[in-house]
C-alpha cells in the first residue's frame, strides 16, 4: 500500500466543507492530509482530470443474505459489489438466517466484513428477539458491539405498544438509530404489487400505500411521545414523504431514505409479470415518484439506499405470486440516482453527495461523509459522463436479479478508496 | 377487416385483454363451426389428430377440466391429465420444471389453471408449446367468457347495446374479469353489483359502472350474471354473514319479479343454491345456465383448434 496518495485535478466536492472546486487531495496513512492546491511528491498519484472526488458513498440499506442464504450473497460477494458501485460503507440488515438479533451475530458480521477488506460493513441488528416483533432483542449489548441501529426490516414492528417499548428503551443509547420497514400487515395482506388499477388487471393482491402510511403516521407519534431517534427506510409513497415532511418541520427526529427503484420505476413494469419488478414496498405510480424528486430537491430525503436485495435466478423464476420479493442493484446504483436525480436537474452534485455520504453518515452516526482533514480517507471517484450498458453477468454481485440489465447509464466508478487503500479500479486492482 | 380477411395468428390464448373486438368474434364465429360436431352419431372430428394436449391443473376443476378434456377428445387429440398441487417456492418442482418436463414428452397445447395470477403468460414465455388459460388467479378465465359472450350472442343475436349485470365478489373473479373485457368489447354495457368490499382496486377505472344496489339495477338489465360466493377465498370476511349476503345481492324469485321478463340469467358454476341464487331461479325459465355448459365444449373446441393452427403456421 502507498503510504502517500495524490488525486490530481478533479473536481472535488465536500459538501460538510462546502468545497466544490477542482483540486488536489493527499492521502497520508490512511487520512486524508490535504484538500487544495498540492504541490508535494506523493508514492502515487491519480490522475482525476474531468473526474469527480467525492466523500466515499454510503449505502445504510444493503442485504449480504450472510448468515444463512449464502448461495444468494455474501459478505464478501457484496461488498465486491459494493466497491465497484462505488460504496466505501455499507449497513448490512439483520433479516438474516438467524437474525442479527445479539452481540455475537453483530461481532460476526463485522469480522466477515474485516477479512474481506473491500468496503467497511456495518451492520443493524433487530429490534425485537427473532425479528418476532414480540420481545425487545439486546439493544445496548448490540450497540456495545458496534451495531449502528435497529430495524425489523423485512417487515415493520407491528404492535404499537411493543414499538413505543423499544424506542423508550432505546432512547438511553447514545448515537443509536431505531429504523422502520413501515408496513401494517394488516392492510397489506397477502399483497404482492401496489394495490391500484394495475393489480386489479393483472389479478395480483395488492398492497394499498396506506400499509406504509399509517405505520409511518403511528411512530411518528411515538417519536413525538419519546423523542427517539428514528428512520424511515425505502419511502415509497406520495402521503409517506408528506407525513416525514411535517414531522420535519415540527422538528423531530426523523430521518427517511429511497430506494432508486422508487424514483425510476413504476406498477406498470409489473405487467408483464417480470418478477425483477417484484419489490418491498412495491414499485406505485409517476405521481409518487414525482412526490418524491420534489422531496429530494426541498431536502426533505437524507438518504438514498439501494435495498440490495439480492436472490437466486431460481427462486425469481416463479409466478409473480410466488417469488420472492427484492431488487439487485448495489452495482449500479449511483448510476441510478444521475439518471434519476441528476440528469433531470432536480439536484446537483453537491447535493447528491450529500444524501450519499454526508447525511447518510449522520444517521448512522459515524466520522464519515467529508474529505476534511484528518478524517478516515474514504474517497469515490467517478466519471459522471461515461456511458454504459448494464450487464448483470459482469455483476459482483452473486444475484442478477436486476431489472435495469441492458440500460444505458451515465456514470463509472473509477477508484474506490477505503481508509486510504484503492479496493476498487475500473483498470483492475 | 371483412371476416373472410381475418387471419387469427396467436399460439397461445392467456386473456382476452389483449384481444380486439374482430380476435372474439372470431373465436366466436369459429365455435359455431363446431357446435353440430355435439349432436353427430360420430361425435369426432380428426383436427387434432396426432396432437397432445395436457390438462395442467393446479387448482380443482370440474366442469372447465371436463369440457376442455371433452373438447380435445373431439378433435382427435390425445390428452394428459396433469393434477398439481401449487409447489412452494424452495422445495418441489417449480411451474417451470413441470412445463418443461411435459414438453420434452412432446405435448402440442397446454391448458393450464392456476391460483396465481398470471402463471400462463409466465408459462407462454418459457416453453414453446401453445398456451391455454383455463383460469388463472383472479386475473382471467378467457374460455368462460367466451363461452358466456357465445351463449348471449346465440340467443339476443348481438350483445350490442345490452346491458349486462355481473354480480357478486368481483374482486376476486377472473370470471368478473374476461367477462368485462369481452362484454364491452362486443358492445355491451356492463354494471358491477356488489358490496364494496368485493370490489376490485381503482375499479372506476374499468370501462364499467358500479353499483352497491341489485334491487337499483334488476329492472334495466338484458342479462344477469351471478358469481358464486368463493367461500376458499373468503378469509378477510368481506361481508357479515352470507344471510345478510343473500338480502342484498341474492338473485330471489321476488327480485325476478321486476325484472325484464326476456333477462337471461347466468352462473359460471357451481352454484350455490340459495346463497347467490334461488334454485326457482336457477331451474326457471330464464336461465340458460346449463346452456353455458354445452356451450363451453364448442367454444373450447375452437380455442385449441385456433392456437394449434397459429403454432402450425408458424413452424
Known amino acids: ?429 | 377487416m371483412s371476416k373472410n380477411e381475418f387471419i387469427w395468428n396467436r399460439k397461445h390464448l392467456i386473456g382476452l385483454r389483449e384481444l380486439s373486438r374482430e380476435e372474439i368474434e372470431f373465436i366466436l364465429d369459429t365455435a359455431k363451426g363446431f357446435e353440430n360436431i355435439s349432436t353427430r352419431s360420430i361425435k369426432k372430428a380428426p383436427t387434432l389428430r396426432g396432437k397432445v394436449v395436457v390438462n395442467l391443473f393446479f387448482e380443482d376443476s370440474t366442469r372447465t377440466r371436463n369440457s376442455f378434456t371433452l373438447a380435445a377428445n373431439r378433435l382427435s387429440a390425445d390428452v394428459i391429465e396433469f393434477t398439481e398441487k401449487v409447489s412452494s417456492t424452495r422445495k418441489g418442482e417449480t411451474l417451470l420444471d413441470t412445463a418443461k418436463n411435459l414438453e420434452a414428452m412432446g405435448i402440442d397445447i397446454v391448458v393450464i389453471r392456476h391460483s396465481a395470477g398470471g402463471a400462463p403468460k409466465f408459462l407462454s414465455r418459457n416453453i414453446n408449446a401453445c398456451v391455454v388459460n383455463a383460469g388463472d388467479g383472479y386475473c382471467e378465465h378467457p374460455t368462460q367468457a367466451l363461452l358466456d359472450t357465445y351463449t348471449i350472442r346465440k340467443i339476443k343475436g348481438s350483445l350490442e347495446g345490452l346491458k349486462i349485470a355481473i354480480v357478486g365478489d368481483i374482486a376476486h373473479s377472473r370470471v368478473a374479469r374476461s367477462d368485462i373485457y369481452a362484454m364491452t368489447k362486443l358492445g355491451a354495457k356492463v354494471i358491477l353489483v356488489g358490496p364494496p368490499t368485493l370490489m376490485p382496486s381503482q375499479v372506476s377505472q374499468l370501462p364499467v359502472q358500479v353499483s352497491y344496489s341489485l334491487d337499483a339495477v334488476i329492472g334495466e338489465v338484458d342479462v344477469i350474471n351471478m358469481l358464486r360466493i368463493q367461500f376458499e377465498r373468503m378469509g378477510a370476511n368481506p361481508f357479515p354473514s352470507i344471510k345478510e349476503y343473500s338480502h342484498y345481492f341474492g338473485l330471489t324469485v321476488e327480485r325476478m319479479a321486476k325484472a325484464k321478463k326476456d333477462i337471461l340469467v347466468m352462473h359460471p358454476g357451481p352454484i350455490n343454491r340459495g346463497v347467490e341464487i334461488e334454485s326457482e331461479v336457477a331451474d326457471g325459465p330464464n336461465s340458460v345456465i346449463l346452456e353455458q355448459v354445452t356451450n363451453g365444449l364448442a367454444v373450447r373446441m375452437a380455442v385449441l383448434f385456433l392456437v394449434n393452427q397459429a403454432a402450425m403456421a408458424k413452424e
Open chain 1, 1 to 429: 500500500m502507498a503510504k502517500n496518495l495524490l488525486i490530481k485535478n478533479g473536481r472535488v466536492i465536500d459538501p460538510v466543507n462546502s468545497i466544490d472546486k477542482k483540486c488536489d487531495v493527499l492521502i497520508v496513512d490512511g487520512k486524508i492530509a490535504e484538500v487544495g492546491k498540492i504541490e508535494s511528491k506523493a508514492d502515487m498519484v491519480i490522475d482525476a482530470v474531468g473526474k469527480l472526488v467525492l466523500p466515499g458513498l454510503i449505502d445504510i440499506h444493503v442485504h449480504f443474505r450472510e448468515p444463512g442464504d449464502e448461495e444468494e450473497e455474501t459478505i464478501a460477494s457484496g461488498s465486491a459489489a459494493a466497491v465497484a458501485g462505488g460504496f466505501t460503507s455499507v449497513v448490512c440488515m439483520p433479516n438474516t438466517d438467524p437474525p442479527i438479533d445479539d452481540a455475537t451475530s453483530v461481532e460476526y458480521i463485522h469480522r466477515m466484513g474485516r477479512q474481506t477488506r473491500k468496503t467497511h460493513v456495518y451492520v443493524m441488528g433487530t429490534i425485537t428477539k427473532g425479528r418476532t416483533g414480540e420481545q425487545l432483542s439486546e439493544m445496548g449489548f448490540m450497540a456495545q458491539a458496534g451495531a449502528v441501529g435497529f430495524t425489523d426490516d423485512g417487515s415493520g414492528v407491528q404492535n404499537v405498544a411493543t414499538m413505543q417499548r423499544a424506542m423508550k428503551y432505546a432512547s438511553m443509547f447514545k448515537n443509536i438509530v431505531l429504523s422502520q420497514h413501515c408496513q401494517d400487515n394488516s392492510l397489506a395482506g397477502s399483497g404482492v404489487m401496489n394495490a391500484g388499477f394495475n393489480s386489479t388487471t393483472l389479478g395480483l393482491p395488492g398492497i394499498d400505500p396506506l400499509a406504509e402510511e399509517m405505520m409511518i403516521w403511528r411512530d411518528i407519534q411515538l417519536v413525538r411521545k419519546t423523542n427517539m431517534r428514528y428512520h424511515v427506510q425505502h419511502v415509497s409513497t406520495a402521503k409517506s414523504i408528506e407525513l416525514i415532511r411535517h414531522a420535519k418541520k415540527d422538528c423531530l427526529p426523523v430521518t427517511c431514505e429511497v430506494a432508486p427503484h422508487h424514483l425510476l420505476l413504476t406498477d406498470d413494469h409489473c405487467r408483464d409479470y417480470d418478477t425483477n419488478y417484484k419489490v418491498n414496498p412495491p414499485l406505485r405510480t409517476a405521481k409518487d415518484i414525482e412526490a418524491l424528486k420534489q422531496a429530494i430537491r426541498e431536502g426533505v430525503v437524507d438518504a438514498l439506499a439501494s435495498d440490495h436485495a439480492p436472490h437466486l435466478k431460481s427462486e425469481k423464476e416463479l409466478e409473480f405470486l410466488a417469488a420472492p420479493f427484492g431488487i439487485a442493484s448495489l452495482e449500479c446504483a449511483l448510476s441510478l440516482y444521475i439518471k434519476a436525480l441528476i440528469e433531470p436537474k432536480i439536484i446537483d452534485w453537491p447535493q447528491l453527495a450529500s444524501i450519499m455520504s454526508e447525511k447518510p453518515a449522520k444517521i448512522i452516526s459515524v466520522d464519515k461523509g467529508t474529505l476534511g482533514k484528518g478524517k478516515q480517507a474514504d474517497v469515490t471517484i467517478i466519471d459522471p459522463d461515461f456511458e454504459y450498458t448494464v450487464d448483470v453477468e459482469r455483476f459482483h454481485s452473486k444475484s442478477k436479479n436486476c431489472p435495469y440489465n441492458g440500460w444505458k447509464l451515465k456514470g463509472k466508478v473509477e477508484y474506490t478508496i477505503v481508509g486510504g487503500e484503492i479496493r476498487y479500479s475500473a483498470q483492475g486492482i
